[in-house]
T-cell receptor, first 115, second 113 residues
Framework: DTEVTQTPKHLVMGMTNKKSLKCEQH?????MYWYKQKAKKPPELMFV???????INESVPSRFSPECPNSSLLNLHLHALQPEDSALYLC??????????????FGPGTRLTVL | AQKVTQAQTEISVVEKEDVTLDCVYE???????LFWYKQPPSGELVFLIR??????QNEISGRYSWNFQKSTSSFNFTITASQVVDSAVYFC??????????FGTGTRLQVFP
């Protein structure tokens, strides 16, 4: 199984809503990532988890809250978002290689619209 | 500082033409990794290739080939005999042995029948 799955595919939420994005992989990867991608731009890294611990937070506002309940799952909890947070949210996973960098495998993304 | 430049914003070709996508990178790391990803309209980024800085061999995979030249800090990607299904945004990316992928701005390739 060489797939990263993300749910939901599309999400529309109001600025006062609380929602969660989910990501799952069964490749045995121990690094997982959240990216945000605006239209016609490259993906921007938000968070990195390594062995279920948060290793990188790219100064993301606290209205985005990541969670890694186990080695296969990654969540992104959303609360009090702004319209400018509307974007494609991509999850990725990779092996953790000592002294090397592994390729990241991406999910299909969740297209989020904040009204 | 690390940077990836994809100077071609958009390229249009007719099917069966060959097309080369340029990628120039900057890094002070002696060990680093270069990647190409394809993003079709569906949105998912598809991994195409990973190359480390010590391996300058060119690679060919079917209609795809990559030319890595450290002397010019370039990692160019050529599609031979392009097809409509090759239409996508292609990203070149750099990782200097951290968990951070630095993406270029992408090149949108349109292949017309």
């Amino acid at each position: 199984d060489t797939e990263v799955t993300q749910t939901p595919k599309h999400l529309v939420m109001g600025m006062t809503n609380k929602k969660s994005l989910k990501c799952e992989q069964h490749m045995g990867h121990r690094a997982m990532y959240w990216y945000k991608q605006k239209a016609k731009k490259p993906p921007e890294l938000m968070f990195v988890y390594s062995y279920e611990k948060l290793s990188i937070n790219e100064s993301v506002p606290s209205r985005f809250s990541p969670e890694c309940p186990n080695s296969s799952l990654l969540n992104l909890h959303l609360h009090a978002l702004q319209p400018e947070d509307s974007a494609l949210y991509l999850c990725a996973s990779s092996q953790v290689r000592r002294g090397a960098v592994a390729e990241q495998f991406f999910g299909p993304g969740t297209r989020l619209t904040v009204l | 500082a690390q940077k990836v430049t994809q100077a071609q914003t958009e390229i249009s070709v007719v099917e069966k033409e060959d097309v080369t996508l340029d990628c120039v990178y900057e890094t002070r790391d002696t060990t680093y990794y270069l990647f190409w990803y394809k993003q079709p309209p569906s949105g998912e980024l598809v991994f195409l290739i990973r190359r480390n800085s010590f391996d300058e061999q060119n690679e060919i995979s079917g209609r795809y080939s990559w030319n890595f030249q450290k002397s010019t800090s370039s990692f160019n990607f050529t599609i031979t005999a392009s097809q409509v299904v090759d239409s996508a945004v292609y990203f070149c990316a750099l990782n200097g042995n951290t968990d951070k992928l630095i993406f270029g701005t992408g090149t949108r390739l349109q292949v017309f029948p």
